[in-house]
């Protein structure tokens, strides 16, 4: 068998240490589902804005019901869902630190122990202030440094908001490793063992496994079970209702509680900001202050806070 196109740019990378570019143009993905039909009892918006229930008997007999998880949507390639704007709301008031969306999210991507995608830190924001719990993704910039220093084009923008790493264009030279100021990916150093389920449903993107040796991954806001209409793992498993997902062209985010809210109200009446937003990054992560908080702080409670 030949050398293929990736052990080949590695090559070069190893042996002269320079950028290399990528002379292959984008491959074309799949057209995904032109929209997602909402399911029996579930919030959805009307033409005029408003946030409406839609009662079970309307949809049982036309509107199927959401698959069961594992999701399996089709990838969009490197595309993405046209009309979207996929967006992510964390409240830090509702967070108790249980590391369930890491748990989730590391059971829907088949994470090697080593590492956490969405890792649950403990924060201060100075001596005399009260620790809280800080979930901490991708935050998915709409001015991301990271795509900007790839060589090869590995590391790319959809237009539906997310940042997405292609695995079979990595060539391990690290530069968006050290180009992100929030230090969300990792890097597989070692010969992954993909277990069968992750080798059986292939490659793509878009879920990210099965893993390959000497490429980056990180959080992918699980862009395949968006493109189907269901949250993302670590939304769907935050058994506190802290992480709220949704489309920023709607103006509406819901959460695993059922709880939909207009997005631009919530981050208006809840003072929601985005984490180092001075960076001019533009995160597509917005937090709510950790006021009120319904749960124990970090120091109040015998927990460890998940491990970077």
């Not at 079970?56 to 869902?81: D, L, N």
């Not at 924001?125 to 440094?145: E, G, N, Q, T």
């Not at 395949?224 to 489309?247: E, K, V």
Request: with cysteine; hydrophobic share 35%; proline share 13%.
């Amino acid at each position: 068998m030949g050398m293929s196109r990736r052990d080949f740019l590695q090559g070069i990378m190893l042996a002269a240490g320079a950028a290399a570019t990528d002379p292959l143009h984008p491959v074309a993905g799949q057209e995904p589902p032109a929209s997602h039909p909402n399911a029996p009892g579930t919030p959805a918006l009307t033409a005029d804005g408003r946030v409406v229930m839609v009662p079970g008997s309307q949809g049982a007999t036309s509107k199927p019901e959401m698959p069961a998880m594992p999701p399996m949507g089709e990838p969009t390639g490197r595309k993405g869902v046209p009309g979207r704007r996929w967006i992510m709301v964390i409240d830090l008031a509702r967070c108790d630190g249980c590391a369930k969306c890491t748990e989730a999210c590391g059971k829907m991507h088949f994470i090697p122990p080593d590492r956490a995608w969405i890792p649950v830190l403990a924060m201060r924001d100075a001596s005399l202030a009260s620790p809280y719990w800080f979930p901490r993704p991708c935050f998915h910039c709409d001015i991301p440094p990271c795509t900007k220093v790839c060589p090869v084009d590995a590391t790319y923008k959809t237009q539906d908001g997310t940042v997405l790493v292609d695995r079979n264009r990595c060539i391990g030279c690290r530069f968006c490793m050290a180009a992100c100021p929030y230090g969300v990916r990792c890097f597989n150093w070692a010969r992954p063992a993909n277990p069968p389920p992750s080798v059986e449903r292939g490659y793509s993107p878009e879920w990210g496994y099965p893993r390959q040796l000497g490429t980056v991954e990180k959080c992918d806001f699980c862009p395949d079970m968006a493109a189907a209409g269901r949250l993302p793992a670590c939304s769907a498993g935050c058994p506190m209702g802290a992480i709220y997902f949704g489309d920023q062209n709607e103006d509406a985010v819901t959460n695993s509680f059922n709880e939909t809210a207009r997005l631009s109200k919530l981050l208006r009446d809840k003072s929601g900001y985005r984490y180092l937003e001075e960076l001019g990054t533009a995160p597509r992560t917005y937090y709510l202050p950790p006021v009120n908080r319904q749960y124990p702080a970090p120091d109040q409670v015998k927990k460890e806070p998940q491990a970077i």
